[in-house]
């Protein structure tokens, strides 16, 4: 989507985006109400809008105007309408024309009195909402029909700030370019996004200036990944570590960590998943794809920080040389594992990355990101990721920036009692529990045991990371793209020089 900002005006063709408030019209919506000759008083009339948050109302080709089109949208009452509302409604108004036809749309959104917030603050969270909501992914479908077609190609957003707003557009463009990189990861079909594929991609993040490593089985087995290389042992395809680095910071400084969950597919190996639950396990990589897209928005903002990805790449698969339950594998830990169940897999993944990340850069901290657990649904339902933490500053922080992003988090505890939960009578631990309740603490349990001392997180976020049912205002795809927004808001909140 190409979008601009320029000073309000609504003298264009094209389609053009008004507001009402509860109270009545916005000064731009109500000039142009009586250019049209209160064509837009009369509808408002003849229709159930009040002005609400998310009400839309479409007039074609008033006579007396220009314009191929007037979207009059609510804004709601003007205390509440904040950066997460003008988002919301910026990206209503995209869903309503992304198809509809129309090529242009102006925004003319007036800033409600009494409101707290600032003109350019409104202009780049409306580009915000509405590049967004823009993203399609239709790459495979060969015999779109043209009324499916995405029509809209440019969006001017009026403003008196126009300088600011670019301003603040540039930095958040870089954020919404990182969404889609991830959401694009996730939606590939996995005959497609294999590991070597995904780290291929992650390569292209070199383009600006992120140092990118792509280590091979061969050397993962030098380094004693087993945990992971287990994993992958029963796919033709080779399981891959990528390691990011965006280093945009100073030079002495210690980076910070993110690492990811990067099961390319997840069948559940020897452990097979029943068919039904299969589907869909193509975003079993999430967690890599958030870290991709996060260090991805990090270098296009050149984000004064020094920043490390190290991305888990594997492939789930049952074939002759798969792991089998009853297996023991060494981690690079040291700490050997007894298998139990071959579909408990992401947390062997994450044991040797996470071991990877904390022993070669002694980052500040560590957070992982993973559809760990189908039991974080049974929990928190499809609203909240979960957290866990053994740092209540960081747990505190992630909290704080999930809000200001529109992804929240709810954390849950650590404690030892769940920790008892997976000893081993042949290892010093074992995959899973064996009991059904507390399956996402005891996962994060699991990963507990391979963090030194390094303030870590981990988000647990298998019910955020894609939607089958209702589709998010701000995600129109499969792929969420969830977890690059709040961690670039974490990182500009407290870690940046
Ligand atoms: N990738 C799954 C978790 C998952 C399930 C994510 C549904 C998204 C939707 C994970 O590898 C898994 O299979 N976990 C098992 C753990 C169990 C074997 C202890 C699960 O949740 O059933
Ligand atoms: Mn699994
Ligand atoms: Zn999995």
Known sequence: MQISFAA??????????????????????????????????????????????????????????????????????????????????????????LTSGEKELAFAIDLPK??????AQLAAHLAMGAQLRSYTFIKYRTKQRDEHEPTLASIIIGTEETSAARKAWQRMQAVADGVFLARDLVNEPPNVMS????????????????????????????LGMNALLGVGQGSARESQLVVLQWNGGRKKDQPVAFVGKGVCFDSGGLSLKPGASMMGMKGDMGGAAAVTGTMRALAARKARVNAVGVLGLVENMPDGKAQRPDDVVTSMSGQTIEILNTDAEGRLVLADALWYAQTRFKPRFVIDLA??????????????????????KLAGRI??????????????????GYDKMIKSKIADMKNISGVTHGGSIVAAQFLQRFIDKTPWAHLDIAGVAWQDGEQKPLSPGWGVGWGVRILDRLIADHYEA
């Open 399 to 416: 909290q704080e920036a999930g809000r200001e992003v529109g992804e929240p988090v709810w954390r849950l505890p650590l404690a030892d």
């Open 114 to 119: 009494g409101g707290k917030l600032k003109a």
């Open 8 to 97: 309000p005006s609504l003298d264009r063709t094209g389609a053009v985006a008004v507001g009402a408030a509860e109270a009545g019209l916005l000064p731009s919506a109500a000039t142009l109400d009586k250019s049209l000759g209160g064509a837009l008083g009369r509808a408002m009339g003849s229709s159930r809008f009040k002005g609400k948050a998310g009400q839309v109302l479409e007039l074609l080709a008033p006579s007396g105007g220009r314009f191929s089109r007037v979207v009059l949208v609510g804004i709601g009452r003007a205390d509440k309408f904040d950066v997460a509302a003008v988002e919301k409604l910026a990206a209503a108004v995209v869903g309503r024309l």
């Open 195 to 222: 590991p070597q594929e995904f780290a291929a991609r992650a390569q292209g993040l070199s383009k600006l200036g992120v140092k990118v490593e792509v280590l091979g089985e061969d050397e993962m087995r030098k």
């Open 371 to 392: 559809t760990l657990t189908g039991a974080i649904m049974v929990a928190l339902g499809l609203e909240h990721a979960g957290l866990f933490a053994n740092d209540d």
